[in-house]
């Protein structure tokens, strides 16, 4: 069974940082697409950053470009999201999810498998 577990959530004043982590276990495939998504209340929920299985490939909104940053920590199946300078419009509820399209950072139907979430609150 797929599980993947977030942690790191929080709240913090604009400016600050954060660090998600999120440990997968029980995939089978060993070359896939991992990555973060948000939702924020009343929004759709939108992609933030995303890595391919060796972590040669990534890929970020440009709403994060150059703030956000995503990691792979293979040997422990780990998997991060560092945020910094961190704004009120970053808050929301961060899922870990594993087999996404890594270049849209969008789920796929019927196939992503996804984090429970954790909550990160920026205040101005």
């Known amino acids: 069974q797929v599980q993947l577990l977030e942690s790191g959530g929080g709240s913090v004043q604009a400016g600050g940082s954060l660090r998600l982590s999120c440990t997968v276990s029980?995939?089978?495939?060993?070359?896939?697409?991992r990555g973060w998504l948000r939702q924020a209340p009343g929004t759709e929920r939108e992609g933030v950053a995303s890595?391919?299985?060796?972590?040669?490939?990534?890929y970020d909104a440009d709403s994060v470009k150059g703030r956000f940053t995503i990691s792979l920590d293979k040997a422990n199946n780990a998997l991060y999201l560092q945020m910094n300078d961190l704004k009120p419009e970053d808050s929301g509820m961060y899922y870990c999810?594993?087999?996404?399209?890594?270049?849209?950072?969008?789920?796929?139907?019927?196939?992503?498998?996804w984090g429970q979430g954790t909550q990160v609150t920026v205040s101005s």
């Open positions: 890595i391919y299985s060796d972590g040669e490939y990534k």
């Open positions: 029980g995939y089978a495939a060993s070359r896939y697409c």
């Open positions: 999810a594993a087999e996404i399209l890594c270049g849209t950072i969008a789920p796929l139907p019927g196939r992503t498998s």
